[in-house]
Nanobody
Framework: QVPLVESGGGLVQPGGSLRLSCTSS????????VGWFRQAPGKEREFIAA????????YYLESMKDQLIIDRDNAENIVYLRLNYLKPEDTAIYYC??????????????????????????WGQGTQVTVSS
């Protein structure tokens, strides 16, 4: 699988914003849903957002839906995740991932909340987001 590349992380003050980017050289990238996960120190990886290949549908973790905006530019093979109103507890490594070929994340017979790491077959190395004053 072609690995993804995240960028845009860094140190930000509480209340601030960041825009993370996820790029791929996979020519089929635009046909797949892409998800974002995060993993804080000592905690499990958490699924927080996803966007369908055509950009028509998006999902957000309920507890973060007022903080996140996901979109994509398929002409450039980039998926963005905007993080707003950041808090120290948002400090984590943020990862993007491409759904597996047969997964079809946005389907009617399964809630998006059931999505897990197993639904994705390509991952980035992660980008660190640190929220601190």
């Amino acid at each position: 699988q072609v690995p993804l590349v995240e960028s845009g992380g860094g140190l930000v003050q509480p209340g601030g914003s960041l825009r993370l980017s996820c790029t791929s050289s996979d020519p089929t990238f635009s046909t797949y849903s892409v998800g974002w996960f995060r993993q804080a120190p000592g905690k499990e990886r958490e699924f927080i957002a996803a966007i369908r290949g055509d950009g028509a549908f998006a999902y957000y973790l309920e507890s973060m839906k007022d903080q996140l905006i996901i979109d994509r530019d398929n002409a450039e093979n980039i998926v963005y995740l905007r993080l707003n109103y950041l808090k120290p507890e948002d400090t984590a490594i943020y990862y993007c991932a491409k759904e597996g070929a047969s997964r079809n994340l946005f389907r009617a017979d399964r809630p998006m909340s059931a999505t897990s790491s197993d639904d994705f077959d390509s991952w980035g190395q992660g980008t660190q987001v640190t929220v601190s004053s």
